[in-house]
């Protein structure tokens, strides 16, 4: 079992940039993919970026140049870089790991950081 601790979120003007970080522990050696999901009030959770173990990167476009994940494999953790932040960003970010390449389930997750981004 994997255990995902995200820190980092807070409030920020637009326009500003914050940085999430995500610490697993537990049975890491079985993580492949790390990802962040994003949940607004009222919306269903959405894929924000993942990066598999080699560095391989995707994101969903909305975040595209703004946005930039990556992550420490000695440390066993990842890490979003969220630049030109919108108010529309604003929302619980949630960390998320999988041991396969392209996961359509993912595993395990995190309990979630707020983001709020002020107009």
């Known amino acids: 079992q994997v255990q995902l601790v995200e820190s980092g979120g807070g409030l920020v003007q637009a326009g500003g940039s914050l940085r999430l970080s995500c610490a697993a522990s537990g049975r890491t050696f079985s993580i492949y993919t790390m990802g962040w999901f994003r949940q607004a009030p009222g919306k269903e959770r959405e894929f924000v970026a993942a990066i598999s173990w080699g560095g391989g990167t995707r994101y969903t476009d909305s975040v595209k140049g703004r946005f930039s994940i990556s992550r420490d494999n000695a440390k066993n953790t990842v890490y979003l870089q969220m630049n030109s932040l919108k108010p529309e960003d604003t929302a619980v970010y949630y960390c998320?790991?999988?041991?396969?390449?392209?996961?359509?389930?993912?595993?395990?997750w995190g309990q979630g950081t707020q983001v709020t981004v002020s107009s």
């Open positions: 998320t790991a999988d041991r396969t390449t392209v996961p359509t389930k993912w595993a395990s």
